[in-house]
């Protein structure tokens, strides 16, 4: 006697043949990337200047989570997009070149691509859409090449050493400057990689991202605003780090400067960017309400 395949049946063995194809994908970028991301955890993310890298991994790992039932959602009835297969290509060639020549942007990077890839593959352009943005965070997880970071970190200690002397001189506090040495009293302090570096730009651009993906506002004129200004907001937020180093190790001395109150200035740097992401949000905010209010009246409405 034949037996009958229901429609109930039919959708059950399509969702458990979709669960063991994400299984199979799990395990495999498993097996390519845990030996990768274990060197990265005992070596270069345990460096001030590459802290952020787990802190990035574990909330791009949390986005994909959120934005996974919609991504299934929207995709679901939805074909398979070939342009899958290059971009598979593509990030597998990148794994392969990185991996054996110990490049770290393409091996940690492939991972970006691959993961774009499958997303293609399995589930279509759909589910791409909706995982974009953790995709896109997870950049800021990929170590960038030293000679990069070194041209480019210099001239960014020398503006925020700049801007803090500025400050603290107008101030009144007794201070000079030399290149990235700060003299503050009978102290001198070095401004730092981890101070005013690119990668600590780098970590307060993913957190004004975070945020500005999180909040998600109406308004295009805000979004575009907000993204543009988390730039100087980051370099704000490294100046008043340094100065608060700066005035630490001025008025308790150059063990609390470089002891526990020098972790406590890293919370500060974090905490004084997220204040003021929200403070110029709050600021553009009420410009749009004032424009929105103006406009309404010169066409008559009354809001």
Avoid at 240 to 267: K, W
Wanted: some cysteine.
């Amino acid at each position: 006697m034949m037996k009958m395949n229901t429609p109930y049946s039919a959708e059950k063995e399509a969702a458990q043949l979709a669960l063991y194809a994400w299984v199979i994908v799990a395990l495999g970028l498993a097996a390519m990337y845990i030996p990768s991301f274990t060197d990265l955890f005992r070596g270069l993310w345990r460096q001030d200047e590459q802290a952020h890298g787990p802190i990035v991994l574990a909330i791009s790992c949390w986005l994909f989570y959120r934005k996974w039932p919609e991504a299934m959602r929207l995709s679901e009835g939805k074909s398979a997009s070939v342009w899958g297969w290059p971009v598979f290509l593509l990030g597998l060639v990148f794994y392969v070149v990185g991996r054996s020549q110990d490049i770290l942007i393409l091996e940690i990077g492939s991972l970006v691509w691959l993961i774009a890839a499958l997303l293609l593959l399995l589930r279509g352009s759909a589910a791409l859409k909706a995982q974009w943005f953790p995709l896109f965070f997870m950049i800021f997880m990929i170590p960038l090449p030293s000679p990069f970071v070194d041209a480019v970190t210099m001239p960014m200690k020398m503006a925020v050493s700049y801007a803090a002397e500025t400050v603290l001189y107008g101030a009144g506090y007794p201070i000079a400057r030399q290149g990235v040495i700060l003299q503050i009293g009978q102290y001198k302090l070095l401004v730092a990689d981890a101070c005013a570096g690119l990668h600590t730009l780098f970590t307060l651009e993913a957190l004004g991202l975070l945020y500005l993906n999180l909040v998600r506002h109406n308004s295009a004129f805000r979004n575009i605003a907000l993204a543009t200004l988390i730039v100087p907001i980051s370099f704000t937020a490294n100046v008043i780090r340094v100065m608060v180093l700066t005035l630490i190790t001025f008025h308790f001395g150059d063990e609390a400067g470089q002891g526990f109150l020098h972790g406590f200035a890293g919370m500060v740097l974090f905490l004084s960017a997220l204040l003021l992401i929200i403070g110029v949000d709050s600021l553009l905010q009420l410009f749009v309400t004032v424009r929105n209010k103006k406009a309404l009246k010169q066409s008559g409405i009354q809001p």
